[in-house]
């Protein structure tokens, strides 16, 4: 599978998922636009790894994804792109009533807004060269909900129906809009949670993992970045192009109870 000659920007694509997304579309040959609100000289080292270790050309652009304005200059500063993944997020845990509302707006902004605004710069280009593809990284919580998740499940169902909304407003026209919806994946992040849940629970790390993190995941296995990734690249691919207007999940079974 070759995405020689396409341009891909991913969202929030310094670690993590987005990270293995990008890794996957430069390894099958798309130019790569790394994106996170940081501008640090281990962002642009980033880039330039991945570019070496791929044979692709990388870029690291800052935009923060909470304003509207820049992630719709990000767009414009790449040039375009072929390939969208909007994947940035964030998340925070309370109760309704408890609900910090600045957190509230910085979820649905930069979980959902963003997308709306990365979107809305890279469609005209797409039109114009009659390909396109459309991302959206959502969740299992984008199909399914958890207590004390409200912002994160409301943008990540929000997602889902952006993405349909994008599918139908360009379906025929060689662009394609989907959603991915990982169940828990195997980050850095959840990496690092893992010794403090071994100590409070008092198990082992398989345990652990099997019993408490992956209690709602059917297959008690983390999904990882690669099969994401890959997941992203086949989005891409001929044999999907008439993959669109939906979700994908990724989650070892989870939507499936
Ligand atoms: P992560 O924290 O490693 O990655 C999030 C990325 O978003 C980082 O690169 C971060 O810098 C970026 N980001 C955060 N705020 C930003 C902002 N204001 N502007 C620009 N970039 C910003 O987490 P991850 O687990 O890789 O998550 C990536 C996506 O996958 C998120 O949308 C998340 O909701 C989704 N997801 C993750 C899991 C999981 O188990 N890890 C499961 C389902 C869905």
Request: aromatic content about 4%; glycine content about 10%.
């Amino acid at each position: 599978m070759s995405l020689t000659g396409k341009r891909a920007i991913v969202t929030g694509s310094n670690s993590g998922i987005g990270l293995g997304i990008a890794r996957e579309l430069a390894k099958a040959g798309a130019e790569v636009v790394l994106n996170s609100f940081t501008d640090s000289e281990e962002d642009h080292a980033l880039a330039e790894e991945l570019a070496a270790e791929t044979g692709a050309s990388v870029r690291y652009i800052r935009a923060d994804l909470s304003q509207g304005e820049e992630a719709r200059a990000l767009v414009e500063a790449a040039g375009g792109c072929d390939i969208l993944v909007n994947n940035a997020g964030i998340q925070h845990v309370a109760k309704i009533e408890e609900f910090p509302v600045a957190k509230w707006d910085a979820i649905i902004a930069i979980n959902l807004s963003s997308a709306f605004h990365t979107s809305a710069m890279a469609l005209p280009g797409m039109k114009e060269r009659g390909w396109g593809r459309i991302i959206n990284v959502a969740s299992a919580h984008g199909l399914t909900a958890s207590p004390y998740k409200s912002a994160y499940v409301a943008a990540k169902h929000g997602i889902v129906g952006l993405t349909k909304t994008t599918a139908l407003e360009v379906a025929g026209q060689g662009i394609t809009a989907n959603a991915i919806c990982p169940g828990y994946v195997l980050t850095p992040l959840v990496e690092a949670q893992i010794p403090d849940q071994m100590k409070t629970h008092g198990m082992d790390r398989e345990t652990v993992i099997r019993e408490v993190m992956l209690e709602r995941q059917p297959s008690r296995q983390f999904a990882t970045v690669e099969e994401l990734g890959g997941t992203a690249v086949f989005l891409c691919s001929e044999a999907a192009k008439q993959i669109t207007g939906t979700t994908i999940s990724v989650d070892g079974g989870w939507t499936a109870l």
